[in-house]
């Protein structure tokens, strides 16, 4: 009997330190996500050819324009169709991508729905509970990532993005950082932000009970998420899909615009200067 008071004890200690799981959950998460887009920006730099769909003849399609010329310059390179170990390959770089780019800005949200479902008093699970909800969220982000490796495909077949995985036109980069800063400045955005940046007033508004309510909310949460971010993530496709210093530039944008008391102001001021670098790039 002792023993299991002594085991009831622990389990609700742990219970009540559930936001502090979560927060070191979210915490290892995003850790492991950037550990990993690390260690492939880092096979990219030494030209490996042990991972598919990276810097090889053989899974990214590089093929020479002239066969029996082997030192052919890259200019003069073609890609091949994907494999479909690449095309699963790309997709799982895009959804650890943005696992550790958009769990950051999320984690206020998911934190105070475990704060919020932890002290309901229809609710005895909310470490479950909030998984759900996490999950939902990046539900969301993982259909994204199946449509930015197709895009990522169909711009590479187009030349429009090089093997290195970054735009290969000067004139299709400034449309795209046009595209991203007139979406800045557009009503959709504005809403959207607005709900990312009011954790609160979403929680209050799509409350949902049970492990169900609480992945259809994270849906929700990442729908407005996708709806704030998308167009920024197509700077991926400028800057390059697996540069580490773009990846990390565009997830401390995303954080400022939806944690600093400044944020729509932030995301105004990045859009005129993504405005002026797309003008420049396609005039240059």
């Known amino acids: 009997m002792t023993s299991e008071v002594r085991t009831g004890g622990v389990v609700e200690q742990l219970l009540r330190r559930d936001r502090l799981i979560v927060f070191a959950g979210l915490i290892l998460l995003t850790s ?3 550990f990993y887009l690390y260690y492939l920006t880092t096979q990219m730099s030494m030209g490996s050819n042990s991972l598919p769909g990276i810097m090889s003849s053989s899974s990214t399609g590089l093929e020479s324009a002239y066969p029996g010329d082997g030192m052919a310059m890259p200019d003069l390179m073609k890609l091949a169709p994907w494999t479909a170990v690449d095309a699963l390959f790309m997709f799982l770089m895009w959804a650890v991508m943005m696992l550790g780019m958009m769990l950051p800005s999320a984690t206020p949200m998911i934190l105070l729905y475990a704060r919020v479902v932890r002290h ?4 005895t699970e909310p470490l479950i509970h909030t998984s759900a909800f996490l999950a939902g969220y990046l539900v969301v982000w993982i259909i994204f990532s199946v449509t930015a490796t197709a895009m990522q495909y169909g711009l590479e077949q187009a030349a429009l993005l090089s093997p290195m995985m970054i735009s290969a036109s000067p004139v299709f980069g400034g449309i795209v950082l046009l595209v991203a800063a007139v979406y800045q400045w557009t009503p959709y955005k504005n809403a959207c932000l607005r709900r990312c940046r009011s954790p609160v007033w979403f929680l209050s508004t799509y409350w949902r009970d049970g492990a169900n ?5 994270g849906l929700a949460h990442g729908a407005y998420c996708l709806g704030c971010c998308w167009a920024l993530m197509l700077l991926l496709f400028v800057g390059g899909v697996m540069n580490l210093l773009c990846i990390a530039a565009i997830t401390i944008f995303v954080l400022a615009e939806k944690v ?3 944020g729509h102001d932030i995301g105004r001021v990045g ?6 670098s797309g003008i420049a790039l396609i005039t240059a």
């Open 213 to 217: 309510g609480a992945l259809r909310m």
């Open 260 to 262: 600093l008391p400044r």
């Open 271 to 276: 859009a005129i200067i993504l405005g002026l």
């Open 120 to 123: 309901s008093a229809k609710n």
């Open 32 to 34: 492991l996500a950037w």
